[in-house]
C-alpha cells in the first residue's frame, strides 16, 4: 500500500508540473511588441551587462552600474518608462549572455558584444548598432622587451577569456604569423587578470579598450604596455531578440538618438532650451517637431528624455571612458564629421 | 482504498496501473516541455541539430593528449575535454585514496601527535568550500613558484616553473612490442597468483606472490630492452629565451600549472571523506576479531592485512564509491582556473561560438552520467568481490 500512495503522489506531482507549465511558455513575435508591454507593465528594463568591465559597465561599491553599455539601457529605460533609472541589472559572464537574452531572461544585451555575422544571424539574435568601435590588441610587461607583435616567438603564451571572439582571432593571428603558442583562456576577467600579474602568461590578449579598462586592476599598472598593434574589427554593440522589430526599432533609435544628438550639438543641459531652435533635425531630436516616438508607440518626448535623463553619445564618452583615463583619445569612435566613423541614419 | 471504489481487486492490474500512470505522465511533461522548446527555438529562428560537431572548432586548447588544433571538429575538441576530464579524474582519485587511507589510518594511530595533525588536516580541508580551495591552490602556487629563467630544477632534467612542470619527454622505438611485454607481464602474474592460492588452499603452502610479481613486472619487459630493440631516449627541456626578459622551455612535457592545482585541491578535499570513511571502516570490524587474530599469533601488520582490512574494505568501498563520482563530477570547477576540461572547452568555447545551448549541455550531461555510471558500475562489481562470501 506504501508504494501505491507514494506512486500516487508522483502522479499527483508531475500533473501539478504540468498545469503550472501551461502558463509559461509560449512565443513571442507578434506584430504589436510583447516585449515593450512587459517591459511597462514591469517598470523596469531588463538589461544584460558585463560582471565588471570599467567604462562600459562596471558597478561601485553602493551598486550603482555605470559606463557606455549601461547608458544604452538608459537611454532605453528613459525612452520606454520616462525614467532613466528605472533599469535591472543582470551582470553576465561571456557564456551566459546569450543564452540570457533568448530565454527572455534579459530584454537588452549591452556587454561590449562584437557583431558577428554567425552570431547575428544564427543564434537568434539581432545586433541593432556599435556604441564602440574596438580591435583586440595585446598586452605585456613594459620590461618584456617585446614592442610590437613582430617581437613574438615560439613558445609565447597569451591569456584570455574563453567563449569570445578573442579565442578566435589569436588562433588565426599566430597561424598567420606562423608562431606557435600556449592559449589560457579563463571564464571570467579578473582570474586573466590575476594569472597574468602573477606571470602565468607573458601576453594578455583582448580587445584594446578591454585591455586598457583592466590594466587599471594590475597590481602596478605602469609595469605594461599595449603593443600598437590591432588585429581583429571588434565593432561592440547593443544586442536584443530576433523576432520582436518594434523592440529591435525602439533600442536601435535610443542609441541612435544619443549619436545624433552629439553630432547636432544637442545635449543634457541645452536639450529642452532647443525646443523653438530653427534646425528642423534639431526640433525632431527634441521632439517639438514631427510625430516619430508614435512609429513605436511611445510618446513624442522619448528622444528628449534620453538626451535629458543620459546625456549625448559624446558626454556619455567623455564621463566613462575619457575621464576616468582609460582611453582619451576617442579615435575612430568619433563623429564621421570630425574624422571618426560615427554615423547614423538620420531621425526623421 | 481508491482501488475498491473503482472495484479493481485484481492484484497484477493494481501494481501495474499506478505505474503506467506515472510513466504516462512523466513522457508527457518531458513531451510538452520539447515541444515548447521546440516552437520558442523555432520562433526565434534557432535550429536544433547536431551538424556543427563536424564543423571546424577554430579555437586552440592548452593542454591535450591526443593530437588537436583549431583546424579540427567540435567533436574532436569534445574529445579532448573529455580525456582531460578523466585524466585529472584518475589523477585525482588516484592521491585522495592514498592519502585517505593514510590520514584514516593516521586518525586511530597511538601516536598523539600523529592522529591530531590527522583530524587537524580532515577537519580543515572538508569544510572549505572545494572551489576556494582550487584558487587558493592555483593562485598560491603561481605566486609562489618562480619564472622560467629561475625555475625550480630537479638534476637539470626537470624544472617547475610558474608556467609549469617541465618534464623529459619518453622517445619510444618499438613501443608496441614493450607494450605487449607488459600485457604478457600481467598474464603472468595473474597465473601464479591463482596457482599460490590454490596451493596455499590445498596444502597450506605460503609462496611469496608479492615478490615474484614484482620481479615478473620488471624482468619481462627488460628482456624486451635487451634482445628485442626495444629503446627509449628522453628529450629534455631547455631554457628559451623569447625576448630581453621572457623565457620558457622548449622540448620535453610541459604539465600545466592548472592541472597541478586542480589534481591537489581535488585529492586534498577528497581525501578528508575518504579518511573517514576507512576510519568508520576499521572502528565497524569488531575488537573480538583482532583479539582472535592476534591469540592465533599474527603480528600487527598481518592483523591489519589479513583481518581488519578485508572486513573493513566491506563497509568503505560503498561510500568511497560516492567520493569517487563526487570528485569527477567537482572536476567540472575547473573552468574557474582555465584547465581545459569537458564543461571549459566543450560546455564553454564550443557552446559560446555555436550558440548550441540545449544540444551542448545535453551531450556534456550525457558524458557526466556515462562517467558516473561507469564507475558505480566497476565500484560495485569490485564490492561484490569484496563482500562476505558464505561458505
Known amino acids: 500500500m506504501i508504494k501505491s500512495i507514494k506512486t500516487w503522489i508522483l502522479v499527483g506531482f508531475a500533473s501539478l508540473l504540468l498545469v503550472a507549465c501551461g502558463q509559461g511558455g509560449g512565443g513571442a513575435g507578434s506584430k504589436k511588441s510583447k516585449t515593450l508591454d512587459n517591459t511597462k507593465k514591469a517598470g523596469f528594463v531588463k538589461c544584460g551587462v558585463s560582471q565588471g568591465l570599467p567604462g562600459f559597465s562596471n558597478a561601485d561599491e553602493a551598486g550603482n552600474w555605470t559606463g557606455i553599455d549601461v547608458d544604452v539601457c538608459r537611454a532605453v529605460a528613459a525612452a520606454v518608462l520616462g525614467d532613466a533609472d528605472k533599469v535591472k541589472y543582470t551582470p553576465l559572464s561571456a557564456k551566459e549572455r546569450f543564452t540570457a537574452l533568448t530565454s527572455g531572461e534579459i530584454d537588452v544585451l549591452a556587454r561590449n558584444t562584437t557583431w558577428t555575422l554567425s552570431r547575428d544571424a544564427d543564434i537568434g539574435l539581432t545586433f541593432v548598432g556599435v556604441n564602440f568601435y574596438d580591435g583586440q590588441g595585446f598586452m605585456v610587461r613594459k620590461n618584456s622587451g617585446i614592442n610590437s607583435v613582430n617581437d613574438f616567438r615560439n613558445g609565447i603564451s597569451a591569456c584570455t577569456n574563453t567563449g569570445t571572439t578573442t579565442e578566435l582571432n589569436m588562433r588565426d593571428f599566430f597561424n598567420s604569423k606562423n608562431i606557435s603558442y600556449e592559449p589560457i583562456a579563463f571564464e571570467k576577467a579578473d582570474e586573466v587578470v590575476a594569472a597574468y600579474d602573477a606571470g602565468r602568461c607573458d601576453t594578455y590578449t583582448t580587445d584594446k579598450s578591454g585591455l586598457a579598462a583592466q590594466r587599471t586592476k594590475m597590481s602596478n599598472p605602469d609595469e605594461h604596455k599595449v603593443l600598437p598593434e590591432t588585429i581583429s574589427k571588434e565593432p561592440l554593440g547593443p544586442v536584443v531578440r530576433q523576432g520582436d522589430a518594434v523592440w529591435e526599432d525602439i533600442v536601435r533609435w535610443s542609441l541612435n538618438t544619443m549619436i545624433e544628438a552629439e553630432e547636432y550639438g544637442v545635449n543634457s543641459s541645452n536639450a529642452s532650451s532647443l525646443k523653438d531652435s530653427e534646425n528642423p533635425a534639431i526640433k525632431r531630436l527634441v521632439g517639438s517637431e514631427g510625430e516619430l516616438g508614435a512609429a513605436f508607440g511611445l510618446d513624442n518626448d522619448w528622444s528628449l528624455r534620453i538626451i535629458e535623463q543620459v546625456g549625448n553619445y559624446g558626454e556619455s564618452y567623455k564621463k566613462h571612458i575619457a575621464d576616468t583615463g582609460i582611453l582619451p583619445n576617442r579615435g575612430p569612435n568619433q563623429l564621421w564629421t570630425k574624422g571618426g566613423i560615427l554615423y547614423v541614419p538620420p531621425a526623421r | ?391
Open chain 2, 1 to 391: 482504498m481508491i482501488f475498491k471504489k473503482f472495484n479493481i481487486e485484481n492484484k497484477k492490474a493494481r501494481d501495474l496501473i499506478p505505474q503506467a500512470i506515472t510513466v504516462l505522465a512523466l513522457l508527457s511533461v518531458i513531451i510538452y516541455f520539447a515541444t515548447n522548446a521546440q516552437i520558442n527555438m523555432g520562433n526565434r529562428g534557432i535550429s536544433f541539430g547536431f551538424g556543427f560537431l563536424n564543423q571546424e572548432a577554430s579555437f586552440d586548447i592548452t593542454f591535450s593528449m591526443i593530437e588537436y588544433d583549431g583546424s579540427h571538429s567540435y567533436g574532436r575538441a569534445f574529445l579532448v575535454g573529455l580525456l582531460n576530464t578523466i585524466l585529472v579524474s584518475v589523477i585525482g582519485i588516484f592521491f585522495a585514496t592514498i592519502m585517505g587511507v593514510i590520514v584514516g589510518i593516521s586518525r586511530l594511530s597511538d601516536n598523539y601527535l600523529i592522529a591530531k595533525v590527522a583530524e587537524w588536516y580532515v577537519e580543515i580541508f572538508r569544510n572549505i568550500p572545494l572551489i576556494l580551495q582550487i584558487f587558493f591552490w592555483y593562485f598560491a602556487a603561481l605566486r609562489a613558484l618562480p619564472l622560467p629563467e629561475n625555475g625550480i630544477s630537479f638534476y637539470d632534467i626537470s624544472f617547475l616553473t610558474i608556467k609549469g612542470w617541465y618534464v623529459p619527454k619518453f622517445i619510444w622505438t618499438n613501443f608496441n612490442i614493450f607494450l605487449l611485454s607488459v600485457i604478457a607481464a600481467f598474464i603472468a602474474i595473474y597465473f601464479i597468483t591463482s596457482y599460490a592460492t590454490k596451493q596455499r588452499e590445498q596444502f597450506g603452502k605460503q609462496i611469496p606472490t608479492t615478490i615474484i610479481s614484482l620481479a615478473t613486472l620488471i624482468l619481462i619487459p627488460l628482456i624486451t630492452f635487451l634482445f628485442l630493440g626495444v629503446s627509449l631516449t628522453f628529450e629534455y627541456p631547455v631554457l628559451k629565451q623569447l625576448s630581453p626578459t621572457v623565457f620558457t622551455y622548449a622540448g620535453g612535457v610541459s604539465i600545466i600549472p592548472e592541472l597541478i592545482a586542480l589534481a591537489l585541491a581535488l585529492s586534498m578535499y577528497t581525501a578528508t571523506f575518504i579518511a573517514e570513511n576507512v576510519r568508520a571502516g576499521i572502528l565497524g570490524v569488531g575488537k573480538g576479531q583482532k583479539e582472535a587474530a592476534a591469540s592465533i599469533g599474527l603480528n600487527k601488520n598481518q592483523i591489519l592485512k589479513l583481518v581488519v582490512m578485508p572486513q573493513a574494505l566491506r563497509i568503505i568501498i560503498p561510500p568511497t564509491t560516492n567520493q569517487y563520482l563526487n570528485l569527477t563530477k567537482n572536476s567540472s570547477l575547473a573552468a574557474a582556473i582555465a584547465y581545459p576540461d569537458i564543461v571549459l572547452v566543450f560546455a564553454g568555447t564550443a557552446l559560446m561560438q555555436t550558440g548550441r545551448a540545449i544540444e551542448i549541455i545535453s551531450i556534456t550531461m550525457l558524458t557526466y552520467l556515462t562517467l558516473s555510471i561507469s564507475i558505480s558500475i566497476f565500484m560495485n562489481w569490485y564490492n561484490k568481490k569484496m563482500a562476505i562470501k558464505e561458505k
